[in-house]
């Protein structure tokens, strides 16, 4: 079968190869489940392993196959799967256990390993290719009606993790009843993080680099009830003069120093969370003191978060529907590029690496049709 694959931490290699196709039986104890990959989109995180700045390649290959965001449907299962069956469609989690205490009990989200297994990205061949295999213990079956959307849920599972953990967090207080909350970045995590918050009835202020005139994304937020600003025309702190500070706080542009200006746009007993993945060595002078008095003074709070687990992909299968509820048809309209094809992946990552001049938010392969 076909696949698309890097040789990791070397620049531009993206390629198609051939490989076998993997066997239900591949999967221990009776529970493999073969799946058709439908579609696969792809985003920041596989264009910086296309860079060879990321992204790692399994024991015995030179190669990896990337693709973490993924849909498929059922064509086999195991003896021991009772859950699924050949026809559903499913979306495969990320990341697998480890070793640590975290990965044995389902929580490799949380893992203490350094060295981490992710589909796509670190030690694991990924989704772009024509069939996977994956234990049912990894499996979200799709409802029907969310289909044609649920490409997206890789990426909404990130920020489901981050706003529930949030909220547990936030237990640490008898009431907490936040009303406004700050997305930055306005890419397709921060478009989804603005409506994961709009379906919980945040006052949603959404803040990009580029400016409104023309910027379709910002009319898709303002669509859901968000505000749009350009960080080039307004300030972090000048907009906490127009909208007051923020109760929640979701930072995910890529560019680290906007997180130490976030965590002075803060609320009382307000919460920062923080999702970039960034790569370099960018560094950035603070005013450390006053940022240090406001956190203890008002009981702030700031932490990072990482991949999913499978209770957050099936929140995210919730929100999509629900979704679908409240503002019908808005997420499809994130679903800007598709190219059909594996063999087409050289149009893939034409359109990743020029994102904004393409008017690009998600770039996906149909790999097969639905
Ligand atoms: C993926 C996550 C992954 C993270 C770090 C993101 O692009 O969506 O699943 O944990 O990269 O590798």
């Known amino acids: 079968m076909k696949a698309v694959a890097v040789t990791p931490k070397q620049a531009n290699t993206v390629r198609l190869v051939e490989m076998d196709k993997p066997k239900v039986s591949d999967i221990p104890n009776g529970r493999g489940v073969l799946v058709e990959v439908l579609r696969v989109g792809a985003c920041g995180t596989d264009r910086e392993i296309n860079n060879g700045e990321y992204g790692i390649a399994p024991e015995g290959f030179d190669f990896l196959v990337l693709g973490h965001e993924n849909l498929g449907r059922v064509v086999e299962t195991g003896e021991n799967v009772k859950e699924f069956q050949k026809g559903?469609?499913?979306?495969?989690?990320?990341?697998?256990p480890g070793h640590s205490i975290y990965d044995l009990i389902g929580e490799q989200d949380m893992t203490t390993d350094d060295d981490y297994f992710e589909r796509g990205i670190s030690r694991l061949h990924g989704y772009m290719a024509e069939f996977y295999v994956e234990s049912a213990d990894w499996l979200v079956k799709i409802p029907p009606a969310i289909l044609e959307i649920a490409v997206l849920l890789e990426p909404l599972s990130?920020?489901?993790?981050?706003?529930?953990?949030?909220?547990?967090?936030?237990?640490r207080m008898k009431i907490w009843r936040p009303k406004t909350a700050a997305v930055f970045g306005t890419g397709t995590v921060g478009l989804l993080t603005s409506l994961a918050f709009r379906l919980r009835g945040f006052?949603?202020?959404?803040?990009?680099?580029?400016?409104?005139?023309?910027?379709?994304?910002?009319?898709?937020?303002?669509e859901i009830g968000a505000t749009y600003?350009?960080?080039?025309?307004?300030?972090?702190?000048?907009?906490?003069?127009k909208y007051g500070e923020y109760d929640a706080i979701f930072e995910c542009t890529g560019y680290s120093p906007i997180a130490f200006q976030a965590m002075e746009?803060?609320?009382?007993?307000?919460?920062?969370?923080?999702?970039?993945?960034?790569?370099?060595?960018r560094k950035t002078e603070v005013p450390a003191d006053k940022i240090n008095q406001q956190f203890v003074l008002g009981n702030r709070l700031m932490f990072g978060t990482v991949n999913a687990n499978r209770e957050h992909f099936e929140m995210g299968v919730k929100d999509l529907a629900l979704s679908e509820a409240m503002y019908q048809g808005w997420l499809k309209k994130m679903l800007t590029h598709k190219v059909e094809g594996l063999e087409n992946?050289?149009?893939?990552?034409?359109?990743?690496?020029?994102?904004?001049?393409?008017?690009?938010?998600?770039?996906?392969?149909?790999?097969?049709k639905i």
């Open 158 to 171: 990130i920020i489901e993790k981050g706003i529930s953990q949030a909220f547990e967090i936030q237990e």
């Open 88 to 96: 559903d469609f499913v979306v495969a989690s990320v990341r697998r």
């Open 345 to 368: 992946f050289g149009k893939v990552f034409d359109i990743l690496n020029n994102a904004a001049a393409n008017k690009a938010i998600k770039v996906y392969f149909e790999v097969n």
């Open 203 to 222: 006052e949603v202020h959404a803040f990009g680099k580029d400016k409104r005139e023309g910027y379709f994304n910002a009319d898709l937020l303002e």
């Open 229 to 241: 600003d350009s960080t080039m025309e307004i300030s972090v702190a000048d907009s906490v003069k």
């Open 265 to 281: 746009a803060l609320n009382q007993n307000g919460v920062l969370i923080l999702s970039s993945v960034t790569g370099g060595d």
